[in-house]
């Protein structure tokens, strides 16, 4: 593909959720008046006794944490949804529509210490994570009143994280909610209009193709900027091989998840030396019953820094009224996280004062 065409205004189409993002990279040499600074990185102690995720602390619905020494689940005690709402179906002339959603709500405490995020962790301790996330994919989606699994993580006060201790989400439905269901109706779509093909698989092909957005790799997952990307860093992560859930992932994959989650979130931390928000979700098959296998597992990084630790991306105006709009292509963005170390600048910083 010419990349000269790129540097005009263009419209690039999401096949997962047939969604179009405007590129208008010209706009990057209009005058920027806003700060470009740094944030001193935060220090925090490895155990907070006001944290309420913190091991052997008071939970804000009053239970106590046992004295975990890795990763710890619970249900969430402030849930969004719980699991004994009838089934209650109601609608007026087809517009005032309304129905109850059964569900579950947990917590997952991705390690003990209050002072690390996963770019900061050990592979070893993100494998366990890994395998909490499969288990309890396993467990949750089992249930027959639930059809959707959603495992994500809210990284950074900018997304709405209310408690910086290392921990993520899982919400899981009765119905598929309407992110996941786009992408279950494209792919289901493709494969039948490719004789049994799946999109990502081809999508994959062209990145391997074309390799300007592709950020890192290992012999099992690739992490890229995908070609219709919304957010200046966002990301996508994809196992080479067609599996559509984690509980699928043999022992290799299962390590090889675990480098490339710290590889790539360690990228995004040393881009503007700040420990980097994001909100990330896993897409994966649904747990209803049926014939899923046109699914593809996937990583959403969804990052909102645009220029610096301080200057973020909004949708405003235009965006929120006709179409998300993004100033730096995808194949810039990936560029730029390509160069980065992938050793956490904490630790670079350390060496320079060891040395």
């Known amino acids: 593909m010419d990349r000269d065409i790129f540097q005009k205004s263009h419209k690039r189409f999401n096949p997962l959720t047939e969604e179009w993002i405007l590129c208008s990279p010209h706009r990057l040499k209009r005058p920027w008046q806003g700060k470009l600074e740094e944030i001193p990185p935060e220090e925090r102690p490895r155990y907070d006794p006001d944290c309420y995720l913190c091991p052997g602390n008071e939970r804000a619905g009053g239970n106590r944490n046992p004295d975990y020494q890795g990763t710890f689940v619970f249900d969430n005690d402030f849930s969004a949804l719980v699991p004994d709402e009838t089934a209650i179906l109601s609608q007026k002339e087809g517009l005032l529509r ?6 579950i709500c947990r917590v997952v405490c991705y390690s003990p210490r209050h002072d690390l995020t996963m770019a900061e962790m050990e592979e070893s301790e993100i494998r366990r994570v890994i395998d909490v996330w499969i288990r309890q994919y396993l467990e949750i989606g089992s249930l027959d009143y639930i059809g959707h699994v959603q495992i994500f993580e809210n990284k950074g006060a900018v997304m709405g994280c209310s408690n910086h201790h290392p921990h993520g989400q899982i919400w899981a439905t009765r119905s598929l909610p309407m992110e996941p269901e786009k992408e279950n109706k494209t792919q289901h779509r493709y494969g039948k209009l490719t004789m049994g093909r799946c999109l990502l698989c081809d999508y994959m092909d062209l990145e391997d193709e074309e390799q300007e ?15 219709w990307a919304k957010w200046p860093f966002e990301t996508m992560i994809l196992p080479f091989r067609h599996v559509g859930s984690l509980g699928e992932l043999d022992r290799e994959e299962k390590a090889d998840l675990a480098e490339i989650l710290r590889r790539l979130t360690t990228r995004f931390d040393n881009l503007f030396h700040t420990s980097f928000p994001y909100t990330m979700g ?25 220029r610096s630790a301080t200057v973020q991306k909004f949708m405003v105006g235009f965006e929120m009224l006709g179409t998300p709009q993004r100033d730096f292509t995808a194949e810039d963005a990936a ?6 170390s992938e050793i956490h600048f904490r630790k670079e910083n350390q060496k320079g004062e060891n040395s």
């Open 98 to 103: 309304f129905q109850m959603e059964q569900g």
């Open 213 to 227: 957005r592709i950020v890192c790799r290992n012999n099992h997952w690739v992490a890229l900027v995908p070609f």
């Open 282 to 306: 896993i897409h994966q098959k649904p747990t209803l019953e049926g014939d899923f296998s046109h699914w593809h597992l996937h990583f959403h990084f969804y990052p909102p820094l645009l």
């Open 335 to 340: 560029q730029r996280l390509r160069s980065l």
